[in-house]
């Protein structure tokens, strides 16, 4: 598990990442509720896919930091 300053950083950047994905495609409350038209949904699932790609690529970024760091302390070993 990260530590918690890493684990704070990456929500903020979650939580930014979303508000700038979804929050153009949320109205302020309508009574009754608005329903979304196929455009609208179409926009809203290429955000929610534009979001889950950079998540993805997150993860993928956290993966290699991670084995660059072991391939660091394994040198650390040896020399």
Same mark, same amino acid.
């Given at each position: 598990?990260?530590?918690? @300053?890493?684990?704070? /950083?990456? $929500?903020?950047? +979650?939580?930014?990442?979303?508000? !700038? ?5 949320? =109205? ?10 196929? @455009?609208?949904?179409? /926009?809203? $699932?290429?955000? +929610?896919?534009?979001?889950?790609? !950079? ?5 993928? =970024? ?10 660091? @302390?394994?040198?650390?070993?040896? $020399?």
């Amino acid at each position: 598990m990260p530590p918690p @300053e890493k684990q704070e /950083r990456q $929500l903020a950047r +979650l939580c930014d990442l979303v508000a !700038a994905s979804l929050l153009p495609h949320l =109205e302020a409350e309508t009574s009754p509720p608005r329903h979304l038209t196929r @455009e609208d949904e179409r /926009r809203l $699932l290429l955000a +929610l896919s534009r979001v889950n790609k !950079a998540i993805r690529g997150w993860n993928q =970024e956290e993966e290699e930091e991670q084995q660059q760091q072991q391939w660091c @302390e394994f040198d650390q070993v040896f $020399l």
